[in-house]
């Protein structure tokens, strides 16, 4: 079955500080991966995802992950967080074709503080 | 709002009765998702349609849950004979077909809490 792994479940930055949030999955076929955030007071929403294609992947406000399949890992990363980067964030995955089920991490919460 | 809705956003109810919670996806998207997530967790899934289509419902944990979504657009997610273990976020997210492995789009959820 699939699952999904994230490493820390809380962290705590100053802003400025550089950002890597782990996530590792278990599914022998090909996935789609994604990261999404929930801001507090709002809905979860996507942040990146990937399919295909560049391993490394870009999303909204500055933050990337790189895909390395051979370490099943999709870990997230942003240079310099700023306060507003405070959030829930959550990996997932769903099987690579037709795969609509999606898996999700446990979630790391992150504080930076201004 | 062109969002994904979700009502209602809190319920409290008392051991034994039946809820129901509702899902009103975002216009034109014909595919739908029910998760649960516990406190500390992340969203588990429950199920999800294609259009009134229930594709999957191996999510569901037994047969006091079940779900609907009889003309393809508003979902209703029915747990009867509710227990204090069903306390949870209710997720609701919707996409367009063929879209979901491509990112969902989430609603508020429903807060329930059991008594």
């Known amino acids: 079955a699939q699952s999904v792994s994230q490493h820390n479940h809380h962290v705590i930055l100053s802003e400025a500080a550089s950002l890597e949030l782990g996530c590792n999955y278990s599914?022998?076929?090909?996935?789609?991966l994604f990261w999404y955030v929930q801001y507090p007071g709002q809905h979860l929403q996507l942040l990146l995802k990937?399919?295909?294609?560049?391993?490394l992947v870009k999303g909204i406000k500055g933050f990337e992950a790189e895909f390395i399949k051979s370490k099943f890992s999709f870990n997230l990363r942003k240079p310099s967080v700023q306060w507003s980067d405070t959030a829930e964030y959550f990996c997932?995955?769903?099987?690579?074709?037709?795969?609509?089920?999606?898996?999700f991490g446990a979630g790391t919460r992150l504080f930076v503080k201004a | 709002g062109a969002g994904v809705s979700q009502s209602p956003r809190y319920k409290v109810t008392k051991r034994g009765q039946d809820v129901a919670l509702r899902c009103d996806p975002i216009?034109?998207?014909?595919?739908l998702y029910w998760y649960r997530q516990a406190l500390g967790q992340g969203p588990e899934f429950l199920t999800y349609?294609?259009?009134?289509?229930?594709?999957?419902k191996s999510g569901l944990p037994n047969d006091r849950f079940s779900a609907e979504r009889p003309e393809g657009s508003i979902s209703t997610l029915t747990i009867q004979r509710t227990e204090q273990r069903d306390s949870a976020m209710y997720r609701c997210?919707?996409?367009?077909?063929?879209?979901?492995?491509?990112?969902?789009?989430f609603g508020p959820g429903t807060r329930l809490t059991v008594l």
């Open positions: 599914y022998g076929g090909t996935v789609n």
């Open positions: 349609f294609n259009y009134e289509a229930q594709q999957d």
């Open positions: 997932a995955v769903n099987a690579g074709t037709g795969g609509f089920k999606t898996i």
């Open positions: 216009s034109g998207h014909v595919s």
């Open positions: 990937y399919f295909s294609g560049d391993p």
């Open positions: 997210a919707s996409s367009l077909e063929g879209q979901g492995a491509l990112g969902q789009y």
